[in-house]
């Protein structure tokens, strides 16, 4: 157990993530993308394009989308799911607000399976 | 035996649940209330119209004396309580007296956040929450002078107006990049902004205050970067936090407010607390409205209706300036399952979004026409199906039900006074006359007649529906391809519009232009940002997130996600230092691959996105620059060796070369910009396939414009022929300037020339002069806004969240 909550993880503030932009999370399973959209909600996704791995969290965010930098597939953040005629999905991440703070459901602590 | 009620804060909340507690439960209990204000209670809102002289202190009582003889309040005013006991049941006030109760009411409010800045505490410097700051703020306004409101949210802006009405000159600055960003959404916050500035009210946005500085008394207010503005008045508005210290330290249960149940109780079931102080369900309120639903359910609760609950509340606020309407109310975030109604009307300044989830109302933001902001508030509360009114929502109540309302339709049945033309005053009589009586056929022939849509253009589509509801089926518009599905333009007119109107922010052209949707996608938004720096050089604040990963990072993105670092090695010449400061990065940061590229440079390849910034650091120690490999931007100029080594050169080609990147670097383009020099017609340099070559040859310097050699394959056509180095410089960057004014974003030089032809270029950046010169002048003049190296600030640590993980958690899992 660490010193955390058991099932949230802090991983910093709300202004650390530049509005409309991105963030990254280093964990166990691989990086995690967390957005802060033009409405200051914030969302969390696998940093991997389901297409061929390209790093969400460098694209242009726009609305509740994001197009990717490699090859712009646009992505769904509240889904994962791509948009338009492409098909495949990014795993969505449980996302919290607290006071400011930012929490990820602590499951992301979990090594790849 | 009456029980005994103690009331702690006579402000709105207080007021309003005795008020109910009488109705309900008259005689139930004796109440004694304490007050830290030295008066009774009044309408705290009305603050505002009484700092903007609407109103006097006596008009906003809520409460006179007489009123609280009724209902044998002892009303203790001027006496703050210090203390609870919960065990003993009695209150202390601040003259030391104590008092007992039976059941207690906090509803102690909020305080004004006062950010500890250097000097906060400096005679000048007030807030804005009760009678006793207007008095202040008052008293500083008669003598006029300056006044700096920190904040522009509700509180902040109210006190600008107030202010500026009291003959004062007031600046608002701001943290975020627009006001009141918590209710309102880019365009409506743009919007308010032009309002107020119209008043004379400056406004400075993403401003963030270092201090207050003055010896006595505040002089001037100093932003981070260094601007100062004189200040003999400043006013901290930068937000509220619930008043909960009392609270504490009596041990009831604190998060951000006193922790209530729906039954208004705390921790304490003899205690409950209502208004600002409180958090219920996570939820703190700053408004009235939730506070009065609070009130009604705590005196039910003391007049002992057990079954009274309160259950949260949704709200909706309104900016009390007057002569602004705005509305906004709910949740206007966007999300799966959302969509967005956008109304925009840049002729009366109107913007109004709605937000539908589940074909009902979530969110909603009015502007300029708030008319229907109750309306829609109902709807939303009440959570009303929509899909019937859906048609014409967006139009309000007046509508509702009636037939879609559909363009051609509304213009039609315009009267033919209505005004269609604002610029050269055209109504619509005149332009349906005209197309009848001389025959008019298209939208440059009512131009030429009319003079409508002649100036800004801005009623261009009005007049075309004009056109063809007069014409019918005669007439065809000219097809334009739009930017994207946010608008209508293309563009060509975007561009027009943007310089005709003077619009110099994104949320501008969106709102003046009619964007359809609320914040654009990824093909406008880069558009615009470049459209809007090429237009206002100094002026236009560069917004990161609107441009690709490559030019916001400033290298290149490769298909593991690593990036590539290109320097600039001028004219393709580099020294042995820069050789060696390469080599060792190469060394130092294990860069897997190291190759010459196409455009005659060194291209580091792999390397990982959180060295970006000390790669740079040790590239710049040794002179070396980025090459902006990555930009829709000058890239490479190759050159060949020219006169100073080649048996055959015949100018020095390479000189040319390193002269025209010195000074062209660092310049945007609407896509990328190559340039060759070859040293004669052998032509090494491969000049004749570049964006603009130059091919030198005994008698000069001939220009060449509009190669590419990639997708397509296009060979240069000659522009002209010049005489010396000098003139070749101002030709070569008259062109390229032509271009950056002209060009479409991503537009290469070879298909802007196409679409202008040769010939205009020609006539322009060589032929005339003086024409030639004022071109290369306005390069030159955006160069000194532009040329600078973007690694330099980033390897001193500038914008470090790009190259930052936010988090790592990757070594939590092993203390797991
Ligand atoms: C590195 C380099 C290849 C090499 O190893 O030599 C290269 C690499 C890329 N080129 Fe190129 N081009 C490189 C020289 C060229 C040349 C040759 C030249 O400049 O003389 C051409 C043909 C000339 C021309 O531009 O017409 C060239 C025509 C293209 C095109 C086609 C452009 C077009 O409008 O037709 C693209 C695609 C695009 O820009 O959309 C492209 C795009 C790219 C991109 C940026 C692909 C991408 O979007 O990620 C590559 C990224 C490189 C990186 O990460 O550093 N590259 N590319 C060369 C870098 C030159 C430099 O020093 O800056
Ligand atoms: C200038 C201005 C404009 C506003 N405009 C609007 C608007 O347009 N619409 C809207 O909905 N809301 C508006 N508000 C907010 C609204 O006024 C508040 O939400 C409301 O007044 C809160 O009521 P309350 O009873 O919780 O707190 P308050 O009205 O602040 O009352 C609390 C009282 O408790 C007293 N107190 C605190 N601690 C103690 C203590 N220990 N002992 C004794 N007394 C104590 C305080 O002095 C204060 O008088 C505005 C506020 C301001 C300042
Ligand atoms: S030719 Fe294609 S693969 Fe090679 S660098 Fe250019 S874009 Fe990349
Ligand atoms: S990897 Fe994302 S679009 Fe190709």
Redesign the pocket.
């Known amino acids: 157990m660490n010193a955390m909550t058991a099932d949230w993880i802090e991983i910093g503030r709300v202004e650390d993530v530049p509005l409309r932009g991105a963030r990254t999370v280093k964990t166990p399973a691989g990086d995690i993308a967390v957005f802060r959209i033009a409405t200051g909600e914030m969302l969390a996704i696998e940093d991997r394009c389901p297409h061929r791995g390209g790093p969400l969290s460098q694209g242009i965010v726009h609305g509740d989308a994001v197009t990717c930098p490699l090859h712009n597939w646009v992505l769904s953040l509240r889904t994962g799911e791509a948009q338009g005629a492409d098909r495949g999905c990014a795993k969505t991440i449980p996302l919290r607000i607290e006071d400011g703070r930012v929490l990820l459901a602590a499951r992301v602590l979990a090594a790849a399976e | 035996m009456t029980e005994k009620l103690v009331v ?8 309003r649940a005795l008020e109910h507690l009488f109705e309900e439960a008259p005689g139930r209990y004796e109440v004694t209330l ?4 030295p008066r009774v209670n009044y ?6 119209p009484v ?1 903007a002289g609407e109103k006097a202190y006596p008009d906003i009582l809520i409460h006179d004396e007489a009123w609280y003889r009724r209902h044998g309040v002892r009303l203790r005013a001027g ?4 203390a609870i006991d919960r065990a003993a049941k009695t209150v202390t ?1 601040s003259d030391g007296t104590e008092t007992p109760y039976d059941r207690l009411l906090l ?4 305080d004004p956040i006062i950010i500890p800045l250097p000097g906060h505490r400096l005679p000048g410097v007030a807030t ?3 009678l006793d700051d207007v008095e202040t703020m008052l008293k500083a306004a008669e003598s006029g002078g300056r006044a700096v409101v920190i904040g522009g949210g ?2 902040g802006l ?2 600008a107006a107030g202010l500026k009405g009291r003959g004062m000159a007031v600046t608002v600055v701001h943290l975020a990049p627009t006001l009141m960003e918590r209710q309102l959404d880019p365009a409506a916050g743009y919007l308010l902004q032009k309002e107020l500035e119209g008043r004379g009210i400056r406004v400075v946005t993403r401003a963030n205050t270092k201090s207050i500085d003055g010896v006595d008394r505040a002089e001037s207010v100093t932003l981070d970067d260094g601007t100062e503005i004189p200040a003999d008045l400043v006013v901290m508005a930068v937000g509220i936090r619930p ?1 909960t210290a ?1 609270a504490k330290a009596a041990g009831l249960a604190v998060n951000r407010g006193v922790l209530v149940d729906d039954s208004m109780r705390t921790s304490d079931p003899e205690i409950l607390a ?4 409180v958090e219920h369900r996570g939820q703190c ?5 939730p ?1 009065y639903e609070m009130a009604k359910v705590a005196a039910a609760r003391l007049a002992g209706d057990e079954a009274a609950a309160y259950a949260g509340s949704v ?1 909706s ?4 300036v007057t002569g602004i309407d705005l509305f906004s109310a709910g949740d206007f975030a966007e999300c799966e399952g959302r969509e967005e109604i956008v109304l925009r009307d840049a002729s009366r300044s109107v913007y109004k979004r709605l937000v539908i989830e589940a074909d009902r109302i979530v969110g909603a933001v009015l502007y300029g026409d708030t008319a229907d902001g109750g309306w829609f508030f109902d709807l939303m509360r009440e959570k009303t199906a929509i899909a019937d009114l859906r048609e014409t929502l967006i139009f309000g109540r007046a509508y509702a039900g009636g037939a879609p309302l559909d363009p051609m339709a509304a213009v039609a049945a315009l009267p033919d006074s209505a005004e269609i033309c604002g610029c050269n005053g055209v109504c619509k009589g005149t332009i349906v006359s005209a197309i009848t009586a001389k025959g008019l056929t298209g939208l440059d022939e009512v131009r030429a007649h009319t003079k409508a849509s002649n100036s800004c253009g801005s009623c261009t589509g009005l007049v075309e529906r004009l056109l063809s509801a007069t014409l019918g089926g005669a007439y065809t518009p000219k097809a334009v391809k739009p930017v994207c599905g946010c608008t209508e333009l293309g563009h060509g007119e975007l561009r027009r519009l943007i310089a005709a109107k003077e619009l110099k922010t994104i949320p501008a052209v969106m709102q003046e232009l009619e964007w359809a949707t609320s914040c654009g996608c990824a093909k406008c938004r880069p558009a615009l940002n470049y459209y809007l720096l090429a237009a206002w050089p100094g002026e236009y604040a560069d917004d990161a997130q609107s441009r690709f990963v490559n030019e916001r990072v400033h290298a290149n993105i490769q298909k593991d996600g690593t990036y590539s670092v290109v320097p600039r090695m001028w004219g393709g010449v580099t020294s042995a230092r820069e050789l060696r400061a390469i080599a060792d990065v190469v060394e130092k940061f294990a860069i897997p691959t190291v190759k010459c590229t196409g455009g005659q440079r060194i291209d580091m390849l792999g390397v990982r996105k959180e060295d970006l910034p000390a790669v740079w650091a040790d590239l710049n120690a040794a002179g070396l620059v980025s090459g902006h490999a990555y930009g829709k931007a000058l890239r490479t100029v190759k050159t060949c060796v020219g006169s100073d080594w080649c048996r055959f050169g015949t100018q020095d080609s390479t000189g040319l070369g390193i002269r025209l990147e010195k000074f062209m670097w660092g310049a945007w383009t609407p896509a990328k910009v190559k340039l060759a020099v070859s040293g004669c017609p052998r032509n090494c340099a491969e000049a004749t396939c570049k964006d603009i070559g130059v091919v030198c040859v005994e008698s000069g310097y001939e220009i060449h414009v509009g190669g590419a050699a990639g997708l397509d394959i296009k060979g240069t056509e000659v522009l002209g022929r010049v005489a010396s180095e000098d003139e070749a410089l101002e030709t070569i960057v008259a062109i390229v300037q032509l271009y950056r004014e002209q060009g479409w974003y991503l537009e290469r030089i070879y298909k802007w020339m196409a679409r202008v032809g040769l010939e205009t270029i020609r006539a322009q950046a060589l032929d005339d002069r003086a024409g030639r010169r004022a071109l290369f002048d306005r390069f030159a003049f955006s160069q000194r806004f532009s040329q600078s190296d973007p690694w330099e600030p980033r390897a001193r640590g500038a914008e470090a969240h790009e190259f930052r993980p936010m988090a790592d958690l990757r070594a939590l899992e092993a203390v797991r």
């Open positions: 702690i804060g006579n402000g709105m909340a207080a007021g304490f007050g830290a204000e309408n705290r809102i009305m603050l505002s700092l006496r703050k309580i210090v006030a509803a102690t409010g909020s804005f929450r009760d509700l509180l109210e006190a008043s009392l209502v208004g600002e102080c309120y700053g408004l009235v409205a506070l709200t606020t309104k900016l009390k």
